[in-house]
């Protein structure tokens, strides 16, 4: 169960989570924060991985502009290996 506000004890982390480790994962996140953008694991990846269960695809929000992410040097990477 997810902590609340009130709750004692530690709130949830993705601390040590595998897939943020996974060297094409961090390829991505590295070439945006490069472009100076802010971009921030989001939506099913985090949730899954707060609840312990199985990551199949990172979303990731960012700042960045469309034609430096879908016309630019980023492309969909495949962290399953």
Known sequence: M???VGD???LPSLAGVK???EPATRAVFAAL???GAEAPAVGGAVR???MGTAVK?????TTAPP???????LHRVD???
Do not use: F, K
């Not at 695809?57 to 929000?61: E, P, R, S, Y």
């Open 2 to 4: 997810m902590a609340r």
């Open 8 to 10: 004692d004890g530690p």
């Open 19 to 21: 897939w943020l480790m």
């Open 33 to 35: 924060l490069a472009e």
């Open 48 to 50: 899954n991985a707060l």
């Open 57 to 61: 695809d990172i979303d990731i929000a």
């Open 67 to 73: 034609d430096a992410t879908v016309g630019g040097d």
């Open 79 to 81: 962290t399953h290996g």
